[in-house]
């Protein structure tokens, strides 16, 4: 009678374990289905950097979450000592939170503003901006749409990448090279 009990009571453990494991499987496919996403957290020691060749080699950039061509995306980003990203808009509204180094932001019809951690800005879609490292910076930044990037000359007409680096020393990155 032992025997039966301890068998039965196994067999239950069993079934319990299966549909447990079974309903978690379902609760993830259905938040992977409606878009909900797990928590996470990242360390920027660890992240994989690259580069792209519509921005300089000093720019590199990991991606945190999201999609860069579709409905937005967050990036850690590092820039060298002297990297400039020349005068250029988005096409979505743009998040900065700087984490390290110093730098410096130039908005049109604003003053330059020196940036160093803890400090964040904000900038509209299409709006003109210029970002220099000054002394090795990583930064976070979020885009809230598809992460493209158009060059201007000073009268606000649009360049090419070639162009637009090349008057600042800079040259294209190359495609997702690992830095």
């Known amino acids: 009678m032992q025997i039966r009990v301890a068998l039965l009571t196994f067999v239950i453990f069993i079934a319990g374990f ?28 660890g992240a994989n950097l690259v580069t792209a060749p519509a921005l300089p080699d000093c720019f590199t950039y990991a991606l945190e979450r999201g999609d860069p061509k579709g409905s937005g995306s967050v990036m850690l980003i590092k820039m060298s000592s002297g990297c400039i990203v020349p005068r250029h808009w988005h096409s979505a509204n743009e998040q900065i939170t700087f984490t390290s180094g110093t730098g410096q932001i130039e908005m049109q019809g604003e003053q330059p503003q020196t940036l160093s951690a803890g400090t964040y800005i904000y900038m509209p ?16 930044r ?36 690992q830095k």
């Open 125 to 140: 879609a299409r709006h003109v901006h210029q970002l220099t490292c000054k002394d090795s910076c990583t930064l976070y």
């Open 18 to 45: 299966a549909l447990a494991q079974q309903s978690m499987q379902q609760t993830q496919q259905s938040m992977q289905s409606t878009g909900m996403q797990q928590p996470m957290v990242t360390n920027p020691e």
């Open 142 to 177: 979020t885009i809230d749409g598809p992460n493209d990037i158009h060059y201007v000359d000073a009268a606000g007409n649009e360049i090419a990448v070639a162009t637009a680096l090349a008057a600042f020393g800079e040259r294209p990155g190359s495609a997702a090279a």
